[in-house]
């Protein structure tokens, strides 16, 4: 069965603390993953990874994956309230639509 | 660019009733669109898939008679919620590929319609 697993499932920290957020995936014919953050609506997109090892950065966030291990991992530095949300890791299982982790929900606290 | 939307943002109804949920992606066309749902503190499931001109796919556990889709044209796909229930009080997510790109690219996804059946 297709399954991706994130850890932890919650989390709270100080304004300014660095996080790292887990996912790790079994999926048939993997071909992506993806991070998405969601706040109070639908979720928005963050990253989609490929290849293993090659880091995607946006600002204070960046992403990398490990196709050895099926893992991915989300750091977030210097973290600010506005950080506070549910992060979504998933995969697509072969050419269908995404399954979603259950989600890491980050409080930051000032 | 591939902004999606949904109409209502939210929606109170009484049980037996039912409810329609539209998901329209403004600027590209999607031949097809994914419904899912998300219960509080929970992550989203996938409940169908839309396909234009054609049957939508259900994921298993999904009725297929209850939870009604339409995919009519290539910017809008509709979902009804039958006779609803208060167990169906949730939140209701679509999302969209612009067509030609393959799914397991980045979704786009609307925001959310949240159902409260009383």
């Known amino acids: 069965e297709d399954k991706v697993v994130q850890s932890p499932l919650s989390l709270v920290v100080h304004e300014g603390d660095t996080v790292t957020l887990n996912c790790s995936y079994e999926?048939?014919?993997?071909?992506?993953l993806l991070w998405y953050k969601q706040e109070k609506k639908a979720p928005t997109f963050l990253f989609m990874l490929?290849?293993?090892?090659i880091e995607k950065k946006s600002g204070r966030l960046s992403s990398i994956l490990d196709k050895k291990e099926l893992s991915s991992i989300l750091n977030i530095t210097a973290t600010q309230t506005g950080d506070s949300a549910i992060y979504l890791c998933?995969?697509?299982?072969?050419?269908?639509?995404?399954?979603f982790g259950k989600g890491t929900r980050l409080s930051v606290i000032a | 660019g591939a902004v999606v939307s949904q109409h209502p943002s939210w929606v109170i109804c009484k049980s037996g009733t039912s409810v329609k949920i539209e998901c329209r992606s403004l600027?590209?066309?999607?031949?097809?669109m994914f419904w899912y749902r998300q219960f509080p503190k929970q992550s989203l499931m996938l409940m169908a898939t839309?396909?234009?001109?054609?049957?939508?796919?259900?994921e298993q556990g999904v009725e297929k008679d209850k939870f009604l889709i339409n995919h009519a044209s290539l910017t809008l796909s509709t979902l009804t919620v039958t006779s609803a229930h208060p167990e169906d009080s949730s939140f209701y997510i679509c999302?969209?590929?612009?067509?030609?790109?393959?799914?397991?690219?980045?979704?786009?996804f609307g925001p959310g319609t949240r159902l409260t059946v009383l």
């Open positions: 999302s969209a590929n612009p067509s030609g790109r393959r799914v397991y690219n980045e979704q786009f």
């Open positions: 999926v048939t014919n993997f071909r992506s």
């Open positions: 490929t290849s293993s090892g």
């Open positions: 998933a995969a697509p299982r072969g050419n269908t639509p995404l399954v």
């Open positions: 600027d590209f066309q999607a031949t097809t």
């Open positions: 839309s396909n234009e001109g054609s049957k939508a796919t259900y």
